[in-house]
């Protein structure tokens, strides 16, 4: 396993997927705080710069799809997006509001955009939030940039040229160098093909890499996922995560 705080764990993780989008309306503090209350300690989020430099949780670039009004968040100040409320209720919280709320929860966070990058970077190092956050991308580059600028203790994903690589070890006896990241964060299946297998999984371990599945819903799937041995589970629906965990001892979050 990496030796980075953020992964240090008796169990695998539990994540609760953008606060628990089955349960309460996706990104929004109320959905953090329900996962917080059912004991989840590890959160999943997505963050994008507002016009004025605001870093918010929230996953598409659009307000359209969760909120009650539309527009895209960089176009937005965030002074002007009070009005907007997430499934009509809920305000989009700041990213900061997050890491003050929680302060012993970790922060698994995408930036979905290169303008993200370094107000993210900017908050994690005044935060001194730095052991409790994972970055991961879409983008291998956003990675990288991050990484270079908080340095080597932050935890960060694998992006898609360093699962790839990882994906073609399996033909070759070795790499010349191990894929960039920490953490394999992937799905557990790419249209109907299993991608997670018990083959990977012992692949990513042995160069030392997580094995984070995300996003999982339904209890046999997670036992299955389990059973291969993956490090992490990512999942919207927070109770049946929860409850498979405890069956099999394994719950390593607040009761």
Known sequence: ????????????????????????????????????????????????????????????????????????????????????????????????????????????????????????????VRTNSTNRVCVGSFSDERIKRIAKLIGPKLCTGMGPKSISKLQISKLTKSLLTSPFGDCAQVPSKIKGVPFITREFVKRAHYLDKAVHAWTINEPEEIEYLLDLGVDGIMTDNLSALKSVYLARGIWNGRT
């Open 1 to 124: 396993m990496p030796d980075k705080d953020f992964l240090q764990s008796d169990f695998p993780l539990a994540f609760a997927h953008r606060g628990g989008v089955l349960d309460f309306p996706e990104n929004s503090l109320k959905a953090f705080q329900g996962a917080y209350d059912l004991g989840f300690r590890y959160m999943e989020t997505d963050v994008h710069a507002t016009k004025d430099g605001q870093l918010v949780a929230f996953h598409d670039d659009k307000l359209d799809r969760v909120t009650n009004t539309k527009g895209k968040i960089g176009e937005i100040n965030f002074s002007d997006l009070s009005h907007a409320l997430i499934g009509g209720t809920e305000p989009i919280p700041l990213l900061m509001e997050l890491l003050e709320e929680f302060p012993d929860a970790k922060f698994n966070i995408d930036p979905k955009h290169d303008g993200a990058v370094e107000p993210l970077a900017e908050i994690i």
